[in-house]
């Protein structure tokens, strides 16, 4: 069974403050994604990494940045944290020849 | 990108009642993908099914890609089948997701 763990689960931050939400993954898979879940807009992808190095946007990556230093970790940087980003964030990783994506149980994350 | 809409966006069944849920997606597709989210928030994913018509358990998908369009069968729903099923698609060439919203499932007993 694919693992994928996040770190913290929770996390409250303050306006303007630094965070920083880690992902790591034993599955060995190449692809790595970041997303956010909010009522009403379902599930959106802010960024995502081909393999150790790369970085790539997806559809809402303004106030993000992405960091892909292995194959198995990806973490994502809100630099200065704003209300809006309040969310529930999942990391996935991919097998890109099956086409299938396999998730964290999610990180809580509430700015003050 | 792709849009992807999933129907209907809530279903209420009796125990034992077979659920039909539907997603439409508005450009190929290479990859398509089911998943399940509980109450709690977790995501499991059911199955790929990317074309053609895939069974596991009680779920059975079909995936009809020149019409862009896919089902997931649920049969003999049970109570604990309760929580949010989700469609994702691949779009074609990118290998990156578009989910669609979401069919919020309640099975009562």
């Known amino acids: 069974e694919a693992a994928v763990t996040q770190s913290p689960r929770n996390k409250v931050a303050v306006t303007g403050g630094k965070v920083t939400l880690s992902c790591n993954q034993t599955?060995?898979?190449?692809?790595m994604y970041w997303y956010r879940q909010d009522t009403g807009h379902g599930l959106r992808l802010i960024h995502y990494?081909?393999?150790?190095?790369?970085?790539e946007k997806g559809d809402i990556p303004d106030g993000y940045k992405a960091s892909r230093p292995s194959q198995e970790n990806f973490s994502l940087i809100l630099e200065l944290a704003t209300p809006s980003q309040t969310s529930v964030y999942f990391c996935?990783?991919?097998?890109?020849?099956?086409?299938?994506?396999?998730f964290g149980p999610g990180t809580r994350l509430t700015v003050l | 990108g792709q849009q992807v809409q999933q129907s209907p966006s809530s279903l209420v069944l009796q125990e034992g009642e077979n659920a039909e849920l539907q997603c439409n997606f508005s450009?190929?597709?290479?990859?398509l993908q089911w998943f399940y989210q509980s109450p709690g928030g977790s995501l499991v994913s059911l199955l790929s099914?990317?074309?053609g018509t895939k069974h596991t358990g009680r779920l059975t998908s079909t995936t009809v890609t020149k019409e862009r369009r896919s089902s997931l069968h649920i049969s003999s729903s049970q109570t604990t089948d309760s929580g949010t099923y989700l469609c994702?698609?691949?779009?074609?060439?990118?290998?990156?997701?578009?989910f669609g919203k979401g069919t919020s499932l309640t099975v009562i007993p």
């Open positions: 996935a990783s991919g097998d890109a020849d099956r086409g299938e994506q396999y």
């Open positions: 599955n060995n898979h190449n692809n």
């Open positions: 990494s081909y393999g150790a190095g790369s970085t």
């Open positions: 450009s190929t597709a290479t990859q």
């Open positions: 099914n990317p074309s």
């Open positions: 994702a698609i691949e779009d074609t060439g990118y290998q990156n997701f578009y």
